[in-house]
């Protein structure tokens, strides 16, 4: 008697179009399909992925569904207890899909309300969840205190003209991350936009634990950042504002972004603290900005010039200072609307009237005065100036309109500027030397200097600042430092200018030191268009009379001497 065949995989049900091995196959390429949805949805735009979930739902139950009927037919499977089968599997395979939907709403959810309140670059809060927590910080101050702390990047449009946009995203990340372990874990640090930084400090007892921070910060900067193989020396300025009165959040950042301007009117790389006159400072300011706008319109302004002085005695160059006569106020001093003109943008159209007014003069003085040996002038350039992209063509303009020839323009820039990207400074200077001009680096011993950057630069001029000749015949550690710094300028092959020249015992050290050219008040303060062309007329040179450096022609105010006050900063 026959026995019955057993399925097995070589079995008659294997054959290929039995039923069961039909409805198998369906199955598997049911699976198939949905693992494959299910896989690829992320990719899709969502009314895609929405139609991608219905297919998926649709043919998982189709399958669990028409495997269930083929096997119930095969096996003779009463239907009832067929439906009993199918029914949950169906069930289950919907409350699967629908928590995987649930958890990945959730999900989503939480992404786009972190993205809401949180900066995509650097992963800090912004300014929603900082004025959100600030809010709540307000409202427990009679507790515990609050204090709000603005940093702000120095000359951070530098490095995004330089080095562009990506590498300053990178240096803004960085700095974020040097922020955050600065702080403690408590506080809170956003970031605005920009480079602005905005860091909360909760439980203040009061402005100086504010300071504290705040001196800590600023020591956070000292170290250079590496960004894309340059090594970058970025300084901050700090507004600090306390809450000492029932204010809401946003005159809390008002105060502190006042206090920062002023932090950065009186220098930079330090801290400011709002009290009772800031907002009026900050009308002050703001008034000046808008009448330093017209002063350009109506060309208010106008230049001094301060000689600069061989160790013959005879002129060999000129330093162009700008200034301006307020309608109001007066005589104002350039720390007065310099570094305002620089936060403003306005030092870029103003720099370059300096420059092409510098060369028209030195031209017109060349032209009238043919004996006195050939007139050089140095123009300063601001931080912003220099990295402007267009800088080689405004000087190239500049020299060709006036007629000066580039070898008698000298353009100054600060050793902090150049050290800020010694890479892209080499570049610049590269095209400016290119035109002819002569290039100095100005303020040399207040900045970051090494010797390798220095060699790499492309100078002609190293000036020594003021802060090295102060008093150094009555120091010797300040004659130790000067005596290094003029061996520097001459080991590179550069003109040392030694810059404050203000007693007859600093010109002696000076000149037994060897200094090219000296600079000062001893000589001459800065003077106006007039007295300059008289000191030219004169022939331009001062006589050595026992030790002592006279002058054929005298400013009004004399040579300064122990008993008069120093020098103000002069600088253009």
């Not at 690829?40 to 219905?54: I, K, M, T, V």
């Amino acid at each position: 008697m026959p026995t019955p065949t057993s399925p097995s995989p070589t079995g008659p049900l294997a054959r290929p179009g039995h039923p069961f091995g039909v409805a198998a196959t369906a199955h598997l390429v049911n699976v198939s399909a949905v693992a494959v949805m299910v896989a690829l949805r992320g990719r899709w735009h969502p009314l895609a992925a929405r139609q991608a979930d219905r297919m998926a739902v649709t043919l998982g139950l189709g399958g669990v569904l028409g495997l269930g009927v083929v096997a119930a037919l095969l096996a003779h499977i009463d239907p009832w207890a067929l439906l009993l089968l199918v029914v949950p599997c169906a069930f289950l395979q919907m409350s699967l899909w629908q928590g995987g939907r649930r958890s990945e709403r959730k999900a989503v959810v939480g992404q786009l309300a972190h993205q809401a309140l949180h900066d995509p670059l650097t992963g800090l809060p912004n300014r929603a969840l900082l004025v959100d927590r600030l809010a709540l910080a307000l409202r427990r101050r009679p507790v515990t205190g609050a204090a709000v702390l603005f940093v702000d990047l120095d000359n951070f449009k530098v490095v995004n003209g330089s080095l562009g946009h990506a590498a300053g995203d990178r240096l803004l990340v960085a700095v974020a991350r040097r922020l955050r372990r600065a702080v403690r874990p408590e506080d809170t640090v956003a970031r605005l936009g920009g480079d602005a930084f905005i860091v909360l400090v909760e439980g203040a007892t009061g402005p100086a634990v504010a300071v504290r921070l705040a001196t800590r910060l600023l020591g956070a900067f000292r170290t250079p950042f590496r960004v894309g193989g340059h090594e970058l020396v970025v300084t901050a300025s700090v507004g600090i504002a306390y809450t000492g009165a029932e204010i809401d959040p946003g005159e809390l950042l008002r105060r502190a972004d006042i206090a920062l301007y002023q932090a950065k009117a009186t220098g930079r790389a330090r801290y400011a603290l709002a009290d009772a006159g800031t907002a009026a400072r900050a009308t002050q300011r703001f008034a000046l900005e808008a009448d330093l706008r017209k002063a350009l319109e109506r060309g208010e302004l106008y230049l001094h010039y301060q000689p600069r002085v061989a160790a013959t005695g005879q002129i060999a160059g000129m330093e162009a200072l700008v200034r301006w006569t307020h309608p109001e106020l007066g005589d104002l001093v350039p720390g007065a609307f310099l570094p305002l003109a620089e936060e403003s943008g306005l030092i870029v159209p103003l720099g370059e009237w300096v420059l092409t007014e510098a060369c028209r003069q030195a031209r017109a003085w060349q032209l009238s005065h043919p004996g006195v040996p050939a007139i050089m002038v140095s123009v300063n350039l601001s931080g912003r100036q220099f990295w402007q992209p267009d800088l080689a063509d405004v000087v190239a303009r500049a020299i060709t309109v006036t007629g000066l020839a580039p070898a008698c323009l000298e353009l100054e820039l600060t050793e902090s500027i150049a050290m800020a990207d010694v890479d892209g400074a080499v570049a610049v200077l590269q095209r400016l030397k290119a035109l002819g001009v002569l290039v100095a680096l100005d303020d040399f011993g207040t900045g970051y200097s090494s010797l390798r950057a220095l060699h790499r630069l492309p100078l002609d001029t190293l000036k020594i600042d003021r802060s090295l000749v102060l008093d150094v015949g009555e120091d010797r550690r300040t004659f130790a430092i000067l005596q290094a710094a003029v061996t520097v300028g001459e080991t590179l092959g550069l003109r040392v200018v030694a810059e404050g020249v203000e007693t007859r015992e600093e010109l002696a050290e000076i000149c037994a030191l060897g200094c090219d050219q000296v600079q000062g008040f001893y000589f001459s303060r800065p003077l106006p268009v007039a007295a300059m062309t008289a000191l030219l007329a004169e022939g331009g040179s001062w006589q050595r009379k026992a030790g002592v450096a006279t002058a054929n022609t005298r400013p009004a105010a004399g040579p300064i001497g122990p008993d008069r006050p120093r020098q103000h900063n002069e600088n253009g």
